[in-house]
Protein backbone atom coordinates (compact mmCIF):
# COMPACT_ATOMS: atom_id res chain seq x y z
CA UNK A 1 0.00 0.00 0.00
CA UNK A 2 1.77 3.50 -1.10
CA UNK A 3 1.00 6.51 -0.78
CA UNK A 4 0.97 9.81 -3.52
CA UNK A 5 3.65 11.92 -3.70
CA UNK A 6 4.07 14.62 -6.28
CA UNK A 7 7.19 14.87 -8.38
CA UNK A 8 6.72 18.18 -10.66
CA UNK A 9 6.00 21.56 -8.93
CA UNK A 10 3.66 22.95 -11.80
CA UNK A 11 3.33 25.94 -9.64
CA UNK A 12 6.78 26.91 -9.56
CA UNK A 13 7.27 26.81 -12.83
CA UNK A 14 4.86 30.01 -13.23
CA UNK A 15 7.60 32.19 -11.30
CA UNK A 16 10.84 31.48 -14.00
CA UNK A 17 11.71 34.23 -16.48
CA UNK A 18 10.75 33.63 -19.78
CA UNK A 19 13.30 31.88 -22.23
CA UNK A 20 13.84 29.51 -19.05
CA UNK A 21 14.35 26.11 -20.31
CA UNK A 22 12.38 25.02 -17.28
CA UNK A 23 9.42 26.68 -17.53
CA UNK A 24 8.35 24.17 -20.41
CA UNK A 25 5.78 21.87 -19.16
CA UNK A 26 7.05 18.25 -20.61
CA UNK A 27 4.68 15.83 -21.33
CA UNK A 28 7.04 12.95 -19.46
CA UNK A 29 6.47 14.83 -16.16
CA UNK A 30 2.76 14.32 -16.91
CA UNK A 31 3.30 10.84 -17.63
CA UNK A 32 5.58 10.49 -14.00
CA UNK A 33 2.83 12.24 -11.90
CA UNK A 34 0.08 10.44 -13.47
CA UNK A 35 1.46 6.72 -13.03
CA UNK A 36 2.06 7.84 -9.19
CA UNK A 37 -1.55 8.60 -8.72
CA UNK A 38 -2.74 5.58 -10.60
CA UNK A 39 -0.08 3.37 -8.48
CA UNK A 40 -1.48 4.48 -5.25
CA UNK A 41 -4.95 4.48 -5.86
CA UNK A 42 -4.32 0.42 -6.76
CA UNK A 43 -2.80 -0.22 -3.84
CA UNK A 44 -5.71 1.47 -1.38
CA UNK A 45 -8.92 -0.70 -0.23
CA UNK A 46 -12.28 1.46 -0.67
CA UNK A 47 -13.99 3.22 2.76
CA UNK A 48 -17.16 0.59 1.90
CA UNK A 49 -17.12 -3.47 2.50
CA UNK A 50 -13.31 -3.49 1.84
CA UNK A 51 -11.19 -6.50 1.79
CA UNK A 52 -7.67 -7.01 3.16
CA UNK A 53 -5.08 -9.78 2.76
CA UNK A 54 -2.45 -10.59 4.66
CA UNK A 55 -1.94 -9.13 8.19
CA UNK A 56 -3.87 -5.94 8.66
CA UNK A 57 -2.08 -3.64 11.73
CA UNK A 58 -5.24 -1.53 13.41
CA UNK A 59 -3.83 0.49 16.55
CA UNK A 60 -6.99 1.32 17.97
CA UNK A 61 -10.44 0.06 17.12
CA UNK A 62 -13.92 0.35 18.75
CA UNK A 63 -16.44 -2.78 18.14
CA UNK A 64 -20.15 -2.38 19.59
CA UNK A 65 -21.66 -4.69 17.98
CA UNK A 66 -20.93 -7.64 15.39
CA UNK A 67 -19.43 -11.23 16.06
CA UNK A 68 -15.51 -11.91 15.82
CA UNK A 69 -14.98 -16.05 15.15
CA UNK A 70 -18.88 -16.19 15.74
CA UNK A 71 -18.84 -14.78 19.40
CA UNK A 72 -21.13 -11.28 19.93
CA UNK A 73 -19.92 -8.42 20.65
CA UNK A 74 -21.80 -5.78 22.70
CA UNK A 75 -20.40 -2.66 23.69
CA UNK A 76 -18.55 -3.20 27.27
CA UNK A 77 -20.30 -6.37 28.19
CA UNK A 78 -18.62 -9.33 27.00
CA UNK A 79 -20.72 -12.08 25.25
CA UNK A 80 -21.12 -15.67 26.00
CA UNK A 81 -18.86 -18.00 23.97
CA UNK A 82 -15.62 -20.08 24.51
CA UNK A 83 -11.96 -18.26 25.03
CA UNK A 84 -8.61 -19.53 25.18
CA UNK A 85 -7.39 -17.03 27.20
CA UNK A 86 -9.54 -14.51 28.83
CA UNK A 87 -7.91 -11.45 30.07
CA UNK A 88 -10.56 -8.99 32.76
CA UNK A 89 -9.80 -6.26 35.29
CA UNK A 90 -12.74 -7.58 37.07
CA UNK A 91 -15.62 -10.48 36.87
CA UNK A 92 -18.85 -10.87 38.69
CA UNK A 93 -19.65 -14.68 37.91
CA UNK A 94 -22.96 -15.19 40.12
CA UNK A 95 -23.90 -18.57 38.79
CA UNK A 96 -23.06 -21.55 37.14
CA UNK A 97 -19.91 -23.83 36.80
CA UNK A 98 -16.27 -23.44 37.18
CA UNK A 99 -14.68 -26.64 36.24
CA UNK A 100 -18.08 -28.51 37.45
CA UNK A 101 -18.23 -26.73 40.76
CA UNK A 102 -21.51 -24.89 41.59
CA UNK A 103 -21.14 -20.84 41.43
CA UNK A 104 -23.42 -19.43 43.86
CA UNK A 105 -23.48 -15.44 44.24
CA UNK A 106 -20.61 -15.19 47.38
CA UNK A 107 -20.71 -18.45 48.11
CA UNK A 108 -18.74 -20.90 47.27
CA UNK A 109 -20.07 -24.21 46.20
CA UNK A 110 -18.91 -27.80 46.60
CA UNK A 111 -15.83 -28.68 44.24
CA UNK A 112 -12.12 -29.41 44.01
CA UNK A 113 -10.16 -26.41 44.75
CA UNK A 114 -5.42 -26.59 44.65
CA UNK A 115 -5.45 -22.94 46.61
CA UNK A 116 -8.27 -22.19 48.62
CA UNK A 117 -7.76 -18.64 50.34
CA UNK A 118 -11.05 -17.67 52.59
CA UNK A 119 -11.73 -14.49 54.92
CA UNK A 120 -14.58 -16.44 56.91
CA UNK A 121 -16.04 -19.87 57.23
CA UNK A 122 -15.05 -22.84 55.12
CA UNK A 123 -17.82 -26.27 56.31
CA UNK A 124 -16.54 -29.26 55.50
CA UNK A 125 -20.22 -30.83 55.92
CA UNK A 126 -18.84 -33.71 58.04
CA UNK A 127 -16.46 -34.02 55.19
CA UNK A 128 -12.88 -35.90 55.77
CA UNK A 129 -10.00 -33.47 55.27
CA UNK A 130 -6.68 -35.15 55.05
CA UNK A 131 -3.02 -33.69 53.98
CA UNK A 132 -3.55 -30.47 55.64
CA UNK A 133 0.36 -29.16 55.89
CA UNK A 134 1.64 -26.83 58.22
CA UNK A 135 -1.39 -24.91 59.92
CA UNK A 136 0.00 -21.47 61.25
CA UNK A 137 -3.02 -20.70 64.01
CA UNK A 138 -5.92 -23.12 64.44
CA UNK A 139 -8.78 -22.32 66.90
CA UNK A 140 -10.50 -25.83 67.31
CA UNK A 141 -13.50 -25.16 69.68
CA UNK A 142 -15.11 -28.42 69.55
CA UNK A 143 -15.22 -32.18 67.93
CA UNK A 144 -11.66 -34.65 67.66
CA UNK A 145 -8.43 -34.29 67.17
CA UNK A 146 -6.71 -37.88 66.48
CA UNK A 147 -9.61 -39.44 68.10
CA UNK A 148 -9.41 -36.91 71.10
CA UNK A 149 -11.94 -35.16 72.25
CA UNK A 150 -11.42 -31.18 72.28
CA UNK A 151 -13.48 -29.08 74.29
CA UNK A 152 -12.69 -25.35 74.44
CA UNK A 153 -9.56 -24.56 76.30
CA UNK A 154 -10.23 -27.50 78.71
CA UNK A 155 -7.85 -30.33 77.56
CA UNK A 156 -9.67 -33.51 77.51
CA UNK A 157 -7.79 -37.33 78.17
CA UNK A 158 -5.16 -38.64 75.75
CA UNK A 159 -1.38 -38.70 75.63
CA UNK A 160 0.95 -35.96 75.17
CA UNK A 161 4.66 -35.77 74.57
CA UNK A 162 4.96 -32.83 75.92
CA UNK A 163 2.38 -31.17 77.93
CA UNK A 164 2.12 -27.73 79.29
CA UNK A 165 -0.71 -26.62 81.66
CA UNK A 166 -1.16 -24.34 85.02
CA UNK A 167 -3.09 -27.37 86.53
CA UNK A 168 -3.78 -31.39 85.08
CA UNK A 169 -5.61 -34.25 86.67
CA UNK A 170 -3.84 -37.49 86.31
CA UNK A 171 -5.51 -40.77 86.57
CA UNK A 172 -8.59 -38.83 88.36
CA UNK A 173 -6.16 -36.51 90.88
CA UNK A 174 -4.97 -33.02 90.93
CA UNK A 175 -1.08 -32.92 90.28
CA UNK A 176 0.59 -31.27 93.41
CA UNK A 177 2.11 -27.93 92.48
CA UNK A 178 3.71 -28.07 96.00
CA UNK A 179 4.94 -31.21 97.50
CA UNK A 180 4.49 -31.79 101.96
CA UNK A 181 6.39 -34.55 103.55
CA UNK A 182 2.82 -35.82 104.30
CA UNK A 183 2.47 -36.39 100.19
CA UNK A 184 5.65 -38.36 99.76
CA UNK A 185 5.50 -42.55 100.32
CA UNK A 186 7.75 -43.85 103.25
CA UNK A 187 10.02 -45.83 100.66
CA UNK A 188 11.46 -42.09 99.24
CA UNK A 189 13.09 -41.58 102.59
CA UNK A 190 16.09 -42.69 103.24
CA UNK A 191 17.61 -43.75 106.70
CA UNK A 192 20.47 -42.49 108.65
CA UNK A 193 23.02 -44.62 106.53
CA UNK A 194 22.99 -42.17 103.53
CA UNK A 195 25.96 -41.80 101.62
CA UNK A 196 25.32 -38.41 100.28
CA UNK A 197 26.91 -39.73 96.72
CA UNK A 198 25.76 -38.15 93.02
CA UNK A 199 24.09 -41.69 92.47
CA UNK A 200 21.31 -41.01 95.36
CA UNK A 201 17.53 -40.78 94.21
CA UNK A 202 16.41 -40.58 97.75
CA UNK A 203 15.79 -37.66 99.69
CA UNK A 204 17.60 -37.66 102.93
CA UNK A 205 16.10 -37.96 106.47
CA UNK A 206 16.74 -35.32 109.25
CA UNK A 207 18.99 -37.05 110.88
CA UNK A 208 20.91 -38.75 107.75
CA UNK A 209 21.43 -35.01 107.08
CA UNK A 210 22.71 -34.52 110.87
CA UNK A 211 24.87 -38.05 110.68
CA UNK A 212 26.65 -36.00 107.07
CA UNK A 213 27.19 -32.97 108.80
CA UNK A 214 28.66 -34.07 112.07
CA UNK A 215 30.88 -36.33 110.07
CA UNK A 216 32.29 -33.96 107.88
CA UNK A 217 33.15 -31.44 110.70
CA UNK A 218 32.96 -33.68 113.77
CA UNK A 219 33.78 -29.97 116.20
CA UNK A 220 30.33 -29.48 115.25
CA UNK A 221 27.14 -30.51 117.39
CA UNK A 222 24.28 -30.80 115.18
CA UNK A 223 19.97 -31.29 116.41
CA UNK A 224 17.36 -32.86 113.92
CA UNK A 225 15.44 -29.92 115.18
CA UNK A 226 18.36 -27.15 113.65
CA UNK A 227 18.53 -29.38 110.84
CA UNK A 228 14.67 -28.61 110.08
CA UNK A 229 14.94 -25.20 111.18
CA UNK A 230 17.21 -24.12 108.65
CA UNK A 231 15.76 -26.43 105.74
CA UNK A 232 13.60 -23.21 105.15
CA UNK A 233 16.84 -20.84 104.79
CA UNK A 234 18.25 -23.19 103.12
CA UNK A 235 15.69 -23.71 100.22
CA UNK A 236 16.90 -21.23 97.52
CA UNK A 237 14.60 -21.02 94.80
CA UNK A 238 15.77 -20.56 90.94
CA UNK A 239 15.14 -16.79 90.79
CA UNK A 240 16.98 -16.00 93.73
CA UNK A 241 20.46 -17.14 92.23
CA UNK A 242 20.78 -14.82 89.40
CA UNK A 243 22.15 -11.08 90.15
CA UNK A 244 24.09 -10.13 93.29
CA UNK A 245 23.78 -12.99 95.92
CA UNK A 246 24.19 -11.59 99.54
CA UNK A 247 25.14 -14.45 102.51
CA UNK A 248 25.02 -13.58 105.94
CA UNK A 249 28.12 -14.23 107.99
CA UNK A 250 31.01 -16.86 106.06
CA UNK A 251 30.66 -19.06 103.25
CA UNK A 252 32.95 -21.82 103.56
CA UNK A 253 34.23 -24.02 100.00
CA UNK A 254 35.27 -27.72 101.37
CA UNK A 255 36.72 -29.65 98.20
CA UNK A 256 36.87 -33.48 99.09
CA UNK A 257 40.24 -34.96 98.33
CA UNK A 258 42.56 -33.33 96.61
CA UNK A 259 40.27 -31.72 94.71
CA UNK A 260 39.59 -27.54 94.29
CA UNK A 261 37.47 -24.91 94.50
CA UNK A 262 36.91 -23.84 90.66
CA UNK A 263 36.08 -20.36 89.22
CA UNK A 264 34.84 -20.46 85.90
CA UNK A 265 35.23 -18.26 83.14
CA UNK A 266 32.68 -16.93 80.50
CA UNK A 267 33.44 -14.63 77.53
CA UNK A 268 36.21 -13.13 79.76
CA UNK A 269 38.62 -15.04 82.14
CA UNK A 270 37.79 -16.23 85.20
CA UNK A 271 37.76 -13.16 87.53
CA UNK A 272 37.59 -12.61 91.06
CA UNK A 273 37.71 -8.57 92.61
CA UNK A 274 38.60 -7.68 96.27
CA UNK A 275 36.85 -4.34 96.52
CA UNK A 276 37.28 -1.55 99.48
CA UNK A 277 34.45 -1.42 102.77
CA UNK A 278 32.64 1.08 100.96
CA UNK A 279 32.76 -0.92 97.23
CA UNK A 280 33.68 1.82 95.37
CA UNK A 281 36.64 0.16 94.05
CA UNK A 282 38.81 -2.73 94.45
CA UNK A 283 41.41 -4.76 92.97
CA UNK A 284 40.41 -7.64 90.28
CA UNK A 285 42.63 -11.36 90.07
CA UNK A 286 42.12 -12.78 86.54
CA UNK A 287 43.16 -15.62 84.88
CA UNK A 288 45.32 -15.98 81.64
CA UNK A 289 43.25 -15.27 78.22
CA UNK A 290 42.17 -19.08 76.67
CA UNK A 291 45.05 -17.85 73.72
CA UNK A 292 47.61 -18.57 76.63
CA UNK A 293 47.07 -21.91 76.89
CA UNK A 294 48.43 -21.66 80.43
CA UNK A 295 47.83 -24.18 83.84
CA UNK A 296 50.00 -23.83 86.13
CA UNK A 297 49.79 -23.36 90.39
CA UNK A 298 50.63 -20.56 92.13
CA UNK A 299 51.50 -20.61 96.49
CA UNK A 300 51.29 -18.37 98.78
CA UNK A 301 54.64 -18.10 100.49
CA UNK A 302 55.60 -19.58 103.67
CA UNK A 303 56.71 -16.94 104.96
CA UNK A 304 56.42 -13.30 103.95
CA UNK A 305 59.00 -11.16 102.67
CA UNK A 306 60.98 -14.31 100.94
CA UNK A 307 60.38 -15.52 97.82
CA UNK A 308 60.08 -19.54 97.33
CA UNK A 309 59.09 -21.91 94.06
CA UNK A 310 55.87 -21.19 92.02
CA UNK A 311 54.84 -18.50 94.98
CA UNK A 312 53.42 -15.07 95.06
CA UNK A 313 55.74 -12.48 95.74
CA UNK A 314 55.43 -10.81 99.13
CA UNK A 315 57.01 -7.76 101.23
CA UNK A 316 57.63 -8.61 104.81
CA UNK A 317 56.33 -6.08 107.65
CA UNK A 318 58.97 -3.79 106.71
CA UNK A 319 58.23 -3.80 103.28
CA UNK A 320 61.43 -5.69 102.40
CA UNK A 321 61.18 -8.72 99.22
CA UNK A 322 63.96 -11.26 100.02
CA UNK A 323 64.89 -13.01 96.65
CA UNK A 324 65.69 -16.69 97.85
CA UNK A 325 67.04 -17.82 94.61
CA UNK A 326 68.12 -15.59 91.08
CA UNK A 327 66.20 -13.38 89.36
CA UNK A 328 66.07 -13.37 85.12
CA UNK A 329 66.11 -9.80 83.31
CA UNK A 330 64.54 -9.24 79.53
CA UNK A 331 67.64 -8.09 77.27
CA UNK A 332 65.92 -5.42 75.46
CA UNK A 333 67.26 -4.57 71.82
CA UNK A 334 67.54 -1.00 70.90
CA UNK A 335 67.68 0.21 67.18
CA UNK A 336 68.01 4.16 65.84
CA UNK A 337 66.51 5.46 63.16
CA UNK A 338 67.70 8.90 61.70
CA UNK A 339 70.84 9.22 64.16
CA UNK A 340 68.51 8.90 66.77
CA UNK A 341 67.43 6.22 69.52
CA UNK A 342 64.94 6.05 72.52
CA UNK A 343 65.94 4.07 75.83
CA UNK A 344 62.96 3.56 77.36
CA UNK A 345 63.25 2.48 80.93
CA UNK A 346 59.90 0.80 81.42
CA UNK A 347 61.28 -1.76 78.94
CA UNK A 348 63.81 -3.35 81.09
CA UNK A 349 67.08 -2.67 83.03
CA UNK A 350 69.22 -4.12 80.65
CA UNK A 351 70.04 -2.66 77.05
CA UNK A 352 71.80 -3.78 73.63
CA UNK A 353 72.65 -1.63 70.96
CA UNK A 354 74.30 -2.92 67.68
CA UNK A 355 75.54 0.74 66.05
CA UNK A 356 74.45 1.03 62.33
CA UNK A 357 75.19 4.64 62.19
CA UNK A 358 76.37 7.56 64.58
CA UNK A 359 73.60 8.15 67.09
CA UNK A 360 71.78 10.56 69.51
CA UNK A 361 70.33 8.96 72.35
CA UNK A 362 67.15 9.83 74.95
CA UNK A 363 66.29 8.35 77.91
CA UNK A 364 62.95 8.45 78.73
CA UNK A 365 60.42 7.19 81.33
CA UNK A 366 62.62 7.43 84.64
CA UNK A 367 60.79 6.49 88.29
CA UNK A 368 59.38 9.49 89.89
CA UNK A 369 61.70 11.66 92.09
CA UNK A 370 62.89 10.54 95.51
CA UNK A 371 62.59 6.74 93.84
CA UNK A 372 65.63 5.00 91.71
CA UNK A 373 65.94 4.01 88.10
CA UNK A 374 68.94 2.12 87.14
CA UNK A 375 70.53 0.55 83.22
CA UNK A 376 73.07 -1.13 81.77
CA UNK A 377 73.94 -0.77 78.39
CA UNK A 378 75.79 -2.61 76.03
CA UNK A 379 76.97 -1.24 73.07
CA UNK A 380 78.94 -3.27 69.77
CA UNK A 381 80.70 -0.94 67.64
CA UNK A 382 80.07 -1.32 63.45
CA UNK A 383 82.41 -2.01 61.08
CA UNK A 384 82.88 1.93 60.28
CA UNK A 385 83.46 3.71 63.28
CA UNK A 386 80.67 4.75 65.08
CA UNK A 387 79.68 8.16 67.10
CA UNK A 388 77.50 8.34 70.04
CA UNK A 389 75.63 11.67 71.60
CA UNK A 390 74.73 11.44 75.25
CA UNK A 391 71.88 13.22 76.81
CA UNK A 392 72.93 16.39 78.32
CA UNK A 393 71.79 14.99 81.76
CA UNK A 394 74.18 12.65 81.96
CA UNK A 395 77.16 13.67 84.58
CA UNK A 396 80.40 11.72 83.83
CA UNK A 397 83.30 11.60 86.17
CA UNK A 398 85.04 14.46 85.83
CA UNK A 399 82.44 15.79 83.50
CA UNK A 400 84.22 13.74 80.92
CA UNK A 401 82.31 11.28 78.15
CA UNK A 402 84.20 8.04 77.25
CA UNK A 403 85.64 7.81 74.17
CA UNK A 404 84.08 4.44 72.21
CA UNK A 405 86.18 1.75 71.58
CA UNK A 406 86.21 2.06 67.24
CA UNK A 407 87.46 -1.72 66.48
CA UNK A 408 84.51 -3.59 64.76
CA UNK A 409 82.55 -5.41 67.26
CA UNK A 410 84.43 -4.10 69.75
CA UNK A 411 82.17 -4.08 73.16
CA UNK A 412 81.77 -1.12 75.25
CA UNK A 413 79.46 -1.17 78.72
CA UNK A 414 78.39 1.23 80.38
CA UNK A 415 75.88 1.73 83.74
CA UNK A 416 73.71 4.69 84.86
CA UNK A 417 71.35 5.34 87.19
CA UNK A 418 68.97 8.39 88.93
CA UNK A 419 67.43 9.45 91.81
CA UNK A 420 65.69 12.72 90.71
CA UNK A 421 63.40 11.84 88.14
CA UNK A 422 65.73 12.24 85.35
CA UNK A 423 66.88 15.20 85.88
CA UNK A 424 70.37 13.84 86.71
CA UNK A 425 71.88 10.38 85.35
CA UNK A 426 74.90 9.29 86.79
CA UNK A 427 76.91 7.67 83.67
CA UNK A 428 80.07 4.98 84.70
CA UNK A 429 82.41 2.85 82.53
CA UNK A 430 82.03 -0.66 83.22
CA UNK A 431 84.43 -1.89 80.70
CA UNK A 432 85.43 -1.15 77.52
CA UNK A 433 87.38 -2.97 73.79
CA UNK A 434 85.68 -5.96 75.37
CA UNK A 435 84.76 -7.56 72.14
Not at 58 to 83: L, Q, Y
Not at 239 to 248: D, E, K, S
Not at 279 to 303: E, F, I, R, W
Request: glycine content about 10%; aromatic content about 6%; hydrophobic content about 35%.
Amino acid sequence: MANYTKTTDFAAKDTLPGGDTNKVVRGSEFETEFDAISTAIATKSDTAGPTFTGTVTIPTVDINAGAIDGTTIGASSAAAGTFTNLVATSADINGGTVDGATIGGSSAGAGTFTNLTASGTVNFNGATVSNLGTITTANLDGGTADNIVIGGSTAAAGTFTTLAATSATVGGAAVLTSVAFSNIDAGAITTSGETFADSDTQIPTNAAVKDHVEAVIPTLSVTEASVTAHQAALAIAATQLTGNITVPGNVRLAPSGTNYTELYGNTNPGTIRFNCESNSHGVTVQGPAHSAASTYTVKLPDTLGLTQASGIVTSDANGVVSFDNGTIEEVTTVTSSSNAATINLRDGNLFEHDLTENVTYTFSNPAASGRASSFVLKVIQDSSARTITWPSSVDWPAATAPTLTTTNNGVDVFVFFTIDGGTTYYGFVAGQAMG
